[in-house]
């Protein structure tokens, strides 16, 4: 019975997200137009990107936030200055979880999305222009300056 218990108490711990990485936060945190929020599933490349930008965001005034892509529908992108999408390419299609989330919040024009893929060559302008990349860590440092290329346009609006 004990053993049970512990079993049920473990399971709800896990699903109710209380397990998660440190760096991910709760839905209830700062939103505003000089927040930044990025979304992801979470790989080693993705989190390079992620350490750069948000040591380059912090430096210009910024606040970076960061929770899991599978999190997205508690993230509307009007309640930040700008939202990071970051996914993966998904058997010769854009991924449908990035197009639910361009469509959720109506196209709008402050959200990059950034998606990986095996194949370097792999480009995405429809619905929405992304930055495609292979996960090769001597790309990071090209996507996170492509993605801040982005944000600068986007946050001098």
């Known amino acids: 019975m004990v053993n049970y218990l512990v079993s049920v108490i473990v399971f709800l ?3 109710s997200g209380c397990a998660a ?15 930044i929020c990025i979304l992801l599933k979470e790989s080693r490349f993705k989190d390079r990107i992620v350490d750069n930008l948000t040591k380059s ?6 606040e970076v936030i960061t929770d899991r892509r599978k999190n997205a529908n508690f993230y509307k992108s009007s309640d930040y200055g700008a939202v990071v999408y970051m996914t ?17 919040n109506n196209g709008v ?6 998606i990986t893929s095996g194949n370097p060559k792999v480009t995405i302008q ?6 495609t990349s ?8 090209r996507v ?11 946050l001098r609006k």
């Open 126 to 131: 429809k619905p929405f222009d992304a930055v």
């Open 88 to 104: 993966d390419y998904w058997a010769w299609h854009t991924p449908w979880n990035a197009k639910r989330y361009y469509h959720n």
């Open 109 to 114: 024009d402050n959200v990059i999305f950034v």
């Open 134 to 141: 292979a996960s090769d860590f001597d790309d990071v440092e």
């Open 21 to 35: 990485p440190g760096k991910m936060v709760s839905v209830e945190k700062v939103k505003g137009d000089n927040v």
């Open 57 to 62: 965001l912090s430096g210009k005034g910024y």
């Open 144 to 154: 996170t300056q492509e993605i801040t290329g982005r944000l600068d346009t986007i």
């Open 13 to 15: 711990v896990l699903i």
